[in-house]
């Protein structure tokens, strides 16, 4: 935001090839779902050593099983890594192997179809990642995770793949001059002997393991008000107080109203946005969202743009979450498109146009050097590579071009339709075709098809002429591009004298030449290929 597994469980391994050979290669358990995790956490300032137990609440899909697993990231030879103490249920110890980052748990009898259960975990270690532990930039000592893609694994057992969400409460025990920010909303404080506090967060919606958050550390908190009955709140370094509080209360109110007026409802107890150690840019967690800015530079256009995409992953990246690694798009390549619709909606259309222009051009920049990529991947195992600026700004283009193609009232009924089926679940992105197809009421398999699955861009050639005689105009486009042949309409606009904008026609380009003609009563004064902006493409189109 790398997976090497060796699973040795006859039910796991039936999994996978239930799984499907289109999936990401994490070998899912099919026969079972986790529904909620307690991760009681205590940290201390004595070293960078926790002590944790997971309470693992599960039910079984599939009778017959015998163990089920979770990843945690096991003792390295550097000293980091957890070490399990024990797993019990109901009181009860249960036997279980830790080996290759993997903790199998046997149960005490075979499953049951519809069966729940609940296992603890006690388990202690220096977090390797996940969990950044050691001082802020003010060398104020803090505890932040940062747990994309999995890396929860880390720090805490779990299956640490998005598509098996679940609810989560944090428990954390830390010295009381430390503020603690989970998921969710505040269930408890209490202070403790020895200069100790226990603080509760709750989180009642499913989300993925990646979205899980903790930050423990000094902290100024502003509390913003509600919007639609969400606490909006801004925690960061007392340090920063003052233009923290400022940059935030500019833009998250505004942002967070925008996207719920146009998507739909916000599905958490809160939004905050926390200054955190550690976090690259920012990192959309589920209700917190944590910046590695420093706030003086949130307080920029940048910073705008910045708070408006991770705004908007709380819609798309965490509430409707992609069901599999290969369909990662669904969630960065939306949020960039939401924060470029932020900025037409706050700054105008030409801001719009410049936002697209820059995005256009680290789309094409990337696919000259790397024409095969696609937007989905195929099967995805190193996940250090899921992420590149085209899975960002060529998805971002794909849903423009999506856009202009079917028209924003049918397109923003669509993207409302998809948010509502799939909120708080997963989707893939066949579901998300499918319901732009039901909405629109067209065959859309030839637009995602070409443009998520195919790799490089539309580049055209075009010449135009106008036959005084017969008062025509007739327009050649010609595809110059290795790739296979695009399928795509693309608008022309045609400029007339005493008319202030151009009429515009749509040529579907589907051959290596293409030829159309129109009539026309008198010359144009000029005649354009996509004037709008509504194809990625690299096109010329000159008087012939």
């Keep these: 935001m790398t997976k090497t597994r060796l699973i040795v469980t006859l039910c796991l391994m039936q999994a996978i090839g239930a799984a499907g050979a289109r999936a990401d290669t994490y070998p899912r358990q099919l026969g079972l779902h986790v529904d909620h995790y307690a991760f009681h956490i205590n940290l201390s300032d004595s070293g960078n050593e926790i002590a944790g137990c997971a309470v693992v609440e599960l039910h079984f899909i599939s009778p017959g099983l015998t163990s089920f697993n979770l990843n945690l990231i096991g003792r390295r030879p550097d000293g980091k890594g957890m070490t399990v103490d024990s797993v019990t249920s109901q009181g009860r110890p249960l036997q279980f192997q830790f080996k290759d980052n993997w903790l199998q748990i046997d149960l005490p009898s075979p499953s049951k179809a519809s069966e729940f259960g609940e296992y603890t975990v006690r388990y202690h270690g220096i977090p390797a990642a996940g969990l950044l532990i050691g001082p802020n930039r003010y060398g104020d000592r803090s505890f932040d995770s940062n747990n994309w893609p999995d890396k929860a694994r880390n720090w805490l057992p779990c299956i640490d793949h998005p598509y098996n969400k679940a609810t989560d409460e944090m428990i954390v025990t830390a010295p009381d001059r430390y503020q603690v920010i989970s998921n969710g909303r505040p269930v408890e404080q209490i202070d403790l002997p020895g200069n100790m506090r226990r603080t509760v967060w709750r989180e009642s919606v499913p989300i993925a393991t990646w979205l899980y958050s903790l930050a423990a550390a000094p902290y100024a908190v502003q509390y913003l008000g509600r919007i639609d009955g969400t606490p909006l709140e801004t925690w960061v370094f007392p340090q920063e107080r003052q233009v923290g509080f400022r940059a935030f209360a500019a833009d998250a109110g505004p942002i967070f109203e925008f996207y719920s007026n146009l998507i739909g409802p916000f599905s958490y107890e809160k939004l905050a946005n926390v200054e955190a150690n550690g976090t690259h840019g920012g ?223 749509t040529l579907e380009v589907r051959n290596r030449k293409n030829v159309f003609s129109f009539p026309l009563s008198a010359p144009p004064l000029d005649v354009k290929l996509d004037p709008n902006a509504s194809v990625l493409m690299v096109a010329s189109l000159r008087r012939h």
């Design 283 to 505: 990192m959309e967690l589920a209700s917190d969202i944590f910046y590695g800015y420093p706030p003086g530079l949130i307080a920029t256009l940048r910073g705008q743009q910045l708070i408006a995409h991770e705004t908007a992953h709380q819609w798309f990246g965490d509430s409707v979450t992609e069901s599999d690694w290969d369909d990662v798009w669904l969630s960065e390549g939306f949020a960039t498109y939401l924060a470029l619709v932020y900025l037409k909606h706050a700054d105008g259309h030409d801001a719009f146009m410049a936002g697209l222009e820059r995005s256009r051009d680290f789309v094409l920049d990337f696919s000259a050097k790397h024409p095969n990529y696609t937007i989905v991947h195929e099967n995805i195992s190193n996940l250090r590579t899921i992420l590149t600026n085209q899975i960002y700004q060529k998805g971002a283009w794909t849903l423009h071009m999506l856009h202009d193609m079917l028209g924003p009232t049918v397109f923003w009924a669509g993207m409302r339709d998809y948010y509502r089926r799939y909120r708080n679940g997963n989707a893939s992105t066949a579901d998300f075709e499918h319901v732009m197809e039901q909405v629109s009421g067209k065959d859309l398999s030839w637009f995602f098809h070409e443009w998520l699955n195919e790799g490089g861009t539309l580049k055209i050639a075009g010449r135009w002429r106008y036959d005084a005689h017969a008062r025509q105009l007739s327009v050649e486009l010609d595809q110059k591009q290795r790739q296979p042949l695009f399928r795509m309409p693309v608008p022309l606009g045609i400029y007339v004298k005493g008319q202030l904008s151009p009429t515009l026609e």
